[in-house]
């Protein structure tokens, strides 16, 4: 016997990998003795906020697998970098400053 959970159609966080979570947290910690925790939230403009996740994947794709100021993974850097591109188009569009074709 089991109790009822309703969770059909709710995001299966529970899929999503622990050493890929700790590495972006990694990045995370970083970036908060750097700018203060949750600075991103503050607000920062897509078109930089996808410019530095493109860099750590170029750094990436030419060989390089750490980023020499903080010493953690490129991917961890763009992958934290698209959680807040993600946030930032969801809950402030205002900072949605990519070019469009007209």
Do not use: C
């Not at 890929?20 to 700018?35: D, T």
């Not at 493109?54 to 980023?67: P, T, V």
């Amino acid at each position: 016997m089991s109790g009822t959970k309703f969770d059909d159609g709710k995001p299966r966080i529970e899929l999503i990998d622990g050493y890929a979570l700790e590495e972006i947290g990694r990045v995370l910690a970083f970036g908060a003795e750097k700018y203060g925790a949750h600075n991103w939230r503050r607000g920062i403009a897509t078109s930089r906020l996808l410019g530095a996740v493109m860099r750590h994947i170029l750094a990436f794709s030419q060989g390089y697998d750490e980023d020499p100021e903080s010493g953690l993974p490129h991917l961890a850097h763009a992958a934290a970098g698209l959680t807040f591109l993600i946030w930032t188009v969801a809950h402030r569009p205002d900072l949605d400053d990519r070019w469009r074709p007209e």
